[in-house]
């Protein structure tokens, strides 16, 4: 069939080779368009697999019982009871904003942040902070605290954005300790030189997806959560890939206790079967959005069906204890692939919380740049063979299996990566 879309961030001729066809296949288990079957683990969203048929009867009859509504200037129920649902689950928030994806949730944290000092008298306070390797979305608010090298095309971008750097303790050279504390010190120089009184937010997610599954240490968000609170400013957490059992909790706030005052979830939400985006913001927050109104929103957003898939994706999570589940698989593959790839000649790091895990393939362990370009493409080609679709990026394998992921796929993952990274090895070796 001739190709008639404009793929986002996508290389086209790479897209030719995998149009996956229009059959349900079970588990997490696709099929692309000439036959080949694929363990697909690249998609953050798919916390429950494809063809779940608990999903699927629900919007069955969500779409029987109300297939449509709005949250401007009116209601429903199936949207209240998701709200409901989930201050219980994350009961230090409040109150819940609905919109169509994670980029929708991001931009309306940033206007809450803006408008909640604006209410309380702080004409000034506009600025955003976030991190080097951020990725926040692609609306100009989020795009704009993004930072994964892309600005240059669509800039200007919204002015008052300032880049932090990210505390990555596998790249730096210092110890862990130390480059936690040096980080923390660069963050109170940045809010000292921009004006605690111009700042508005600082937006974090806790551990990076799109620049590779980068974990921000827990020590670092506890002092940020100090440091933005002594600053007045607030602080953010953009859980959208992390939240809502992905990284072995309900959220990475829990999971350290840092008790922000934003936090934003999307793709766990709905398990990857419909677009829905959240945030949720703490009761002082709340007031001034009651005082004012807030005056942003998208049609469709809180659909009833969406919200009606999110009740069950977090029953479902609840009732079969699948938080506990990310957890010892994630340990599991974790260990399992740590003990059998660090004598690898291009083994980096493993990392990760929960279901979201990181494999770092570098050069050599003192510059820590990504290995040759020719065992990358190798291991690619290998991974394909066997059968497992990933995200593989400058020697960057991340891996986000489903919350249910079983015993017998995680043998599948574990022997699929150890055996593709070694032919990799033998077969760069051999040409
Ligand atoms: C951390 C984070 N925030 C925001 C987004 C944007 O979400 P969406 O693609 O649903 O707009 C993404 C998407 O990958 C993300 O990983």
């Not at 398990?271 to 959240?278: D, E, M, N, S």
Request: glycine share 8%.
């Amino acid at each position: 069939m001739e190709n008639k879309i404009i793929y986002p961030f996508s290389n086209l001729s790479k897209i030719e080779n995998l149009i996956i066809s229009n059959k349900n296949l079970h588990s997490s288990w696709v099929e692309d368009s000439v036959g080949n079957h694929f363990y697909n683990i690249s998609n953050a969203s798919l916390t429950m697999g494809a063809a779940n048929p608990e999903i699927i009867n629900e919007i069955t009859e969500q779409y029987k019982k109300l297939s449509t509504g709005l949250l401007i200037g009116q209601g429903h129920t199936s949207a209240m009871e998701l709200a409901n649902k989930l201050i219980s689950i994350f009961p230090s928030f409040s109150q819940v904003f609905f919109s169509n994806d994670g980029t929708g949730c991001i931009e309306a944290s940033l206007k809450i942040a803006r408008q909640y000092y604006l209410q309380k008298g702080f004409i000034n306070k506009k600025k955003f902070i976030s991190f080097s390797g951020a990725y926040h979305g692609t609306s100009y608010g989020s795009f704009s605290l993004s930072n994964i090298g892309v600005k240059e095309i669509y800039g200007p971008t919204l002015e008052k954005c300032i880049e932090a750097p990210f505390p990555n303790t596998f790249k730096s050279e210092l110890t862990s300790e130390n480059e936690v504390r040096t980080k923390i010190k660069e963050m109170e120089e940045i809010i000292a030189r921009e004006g605690a009184d111009k700042i508005a937010a600082i937006i974090i997610e806790p551990i990076q997806s799109v620049s590779g599954v980068r974990v921000v240490p827990k020590e670092y968000l506890s002092e940020l959560k100090k440091i933005s609170k002594s600053n007045d400013i607030l602080l953010i957490f953009d859980e959208v890939t992390t939240g809502i059992g992905r990284a072995g909790e309900w959220s990475v706030n829990n999971l350290h206790n840092i008790d922000v005052d934003i936090i934003n979830f999307s793709k766990g939400l709905t398990a990857g079967y419909f677009p829905l985006g959240v945030t949720l913001v703490k009761s002082d927050i709340k007031d001034s959005l009651i005082t004012m109104g807030f005056p942003h929103g998208s049609t469709l957003a809180g659909h009833p069906v969406g919200c009606a898939i999110s009740q069950k994706v977090l029953t479902i999570i609840e009732e079969s204890n699948l938080i506990s589940n990310a957890v010892v698989y994630g340990k599991l593959i974790k260990k399992e692939l740590e003990n059998n790839l660090v004598n690898h000649p291009f083994f980096g790091q493993i990392r990760g919380e929960g279901l979201m895990i990181g494999v770092e393939f570098v050069n050599n362990q003192d510059d820590k740049n990504p290995p040759p370009q020719h065992f990358q493409r190798i291991f690619t080609e290998e991974l394909y063979k066997k059968g497992m679709l990933t995200l593989f990026s400058n020697g960057i394998l991340s891996l986000y299996p489903p919350l249910n992921v079983s015993s017998i796929d995680a043998d599948f993952i574990i022997e699929s990566i150890i055996t593709s990274a070694n032919s990799a090895i033998k077969n760069s070796n051999s040409n």
